[in-house]
């Protein structure tokens, strides 16, 4: 089977770049590749292609915590002008023990999903994804809520205790981690990766008939750097221990097959949230059927939160619509 084009963020190291291989195997004819920088896309475009032999991997810089970034990968691919069958939304990191805000006020683990939402609406707004197109965003287990270690934020309660039930107010209070929220680098993953599954539910509900997206958590693959900036009980303890039980570890490659298993999915399944049995971290994949997860109040609170945040909104797209969907841009816009 012969695939067009297919972009990955976060494709210098771990599960993106596993992913860009895996899909170069697969068939697809280009695969765009992204990195903080220039260089580090670059090379990870070269180095794929010497693995591969094959020059089928475009380097493209693109800084998630950076709006202006985000803008000039957007324009980069305006300029190409060829649409994308798959998007690949893979970059994420686990937060460290010190709280990191971006310059935009964004709290560090939660600032992939906005850059990925722009990135997201600028293709659409410039009819940049194939009318099939697959959007596939790393997800993680701990959105289910049954991670030792890693509690999820009532956002209800929250929403009810410190913004008089306004839990638009309660989410955008997780993605800047404040006011009125205690950083604890669990918690702030955990919170993250909820929120990246709620607004896949939302993004869903708007995106045009042929088009799906999907949040997918790849499971444990310790093999990457994904754990660079845990806390020492988190890298020395639990990762080294876990990685040796059976069933708590997988390759970087079985960990990345999850995401193109997901872009073969039908439009049926669009906007859930696919991972591990409940309680497991390896295996094969399933629909998480946990309430918190289908709340819709909470799904579209966390769209307008980062719709809020991103400073970028879009329209439901009507089935008849014939032109680009209308976007519109918010405070803070880039
Ligand atoms: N490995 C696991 O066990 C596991 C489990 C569940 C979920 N996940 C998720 O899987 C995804 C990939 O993780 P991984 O294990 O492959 O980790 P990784 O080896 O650290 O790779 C993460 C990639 O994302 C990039 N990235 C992170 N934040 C970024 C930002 N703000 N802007 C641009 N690029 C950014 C990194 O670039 P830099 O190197 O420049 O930071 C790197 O290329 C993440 O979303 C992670 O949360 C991983």
Redesign the pocket.
Known sequence: MEYSIALV????????QAAARLLAKGGWHEIIVT??SLA?AQQAAAQLAAENKTVIFTPLA????KPSSVQSALAELVKRGKPIEFLLL?????PGKKRVLTAAGVEASQ??LI?HHQLTAGLLRANLLSPNARIVI?G??PARGDVPLFSLTDVAALAAKRHQGNRTAAMEALLRNGPNVKYQANRAYADAKVIVAWWAAALARRLPPGMAVYAV??????D???S?NAGWALKWLMIPIVKHIPGMNQT?ET?ARRYLQASEFGTDVSGQFFASAPKKFTGPIEVMRQPHLHDRANQEAAWQAVVKVSGVDFEPIKPASPSVPPITKGPGAP
């Open positions: 963020t976060g494709a210098t190291s771990g599960l993106g990195g903080r580090g693109l800084d998630l915590d893979n970059a994420g990191m686990v600032a992939p850059g790393a993680a287990e958590a790849p499971g444990a693959a310790t990457t750097k994904v660079r970087p960990a």
